[in-house]
């Protein structure tokens, strides 16, 4: 596979030496220097000339070159475009399975939360919290109390911040 080269100026200097009717001609030397050329294509001629049979040679060369390199370049693109189709179409099935699932999530949620709603508060009896109460209030203190000697704390340091929390704590929960 040969690679032509042919610019602008070449062409149009090779059609313009065709296309006149005379040559130049040094040998024997005699005036005049030119001679009559036939010329090529003749004004009658359908087919192309040779210049013209031997541009559309070379086009076909290169466009046949390109075609080959085109060609293993395509094969790669497409299998790189099926398997990204593929690669889109399991995503997109995955997508449309989780959107699914979230959506069944988030109305189990608010379902979940609507009956958490409806339940009764529960009601302790005051015979029932009072010693409750009691029980944890002391243990508030017994316990901050211990973890504040442990932290070497003064005395009064200690039962101060054992009773806030002993009062906090219960209070608050």
Known sequence: MSKYLYSIRKVKRKGEKDGR???????????????SNDLDPPMEQDEPSEFE???LRAAEENFNRIVQRWTKIDRR?????????????TAKSVIEKETDEHKE?????????????????????IKGYLPLFIIITLSELIFNA????????????????????????PWLS
């Open 21 to 35: 009717g005379w040559r130049w001609k040094f040998f024997p030397p005699k005036w005049p220097f030119r001679e």
């Open 105 to 125: 999530a988030i109305e189990d949620f608010k379902t979940a939360k609507e009956n958490f709603h409806k339940l009764p508060t529960p009601i302790l009896s």
């Open 53 to 55: 049979r031997v541009l």
């Open 146 to 169: 211990l973890v504040f000697t442990i932290f070497g704390q003064s005395k009064i340091h200690t039962y101060i911040m054992a009773g806030g929390v002993m009062v906090a704590i």
């Open 77 to 89: 693109l497409q299998n790189n475009c099926i398997n990204a189709e593929d690669r889109f179409k």
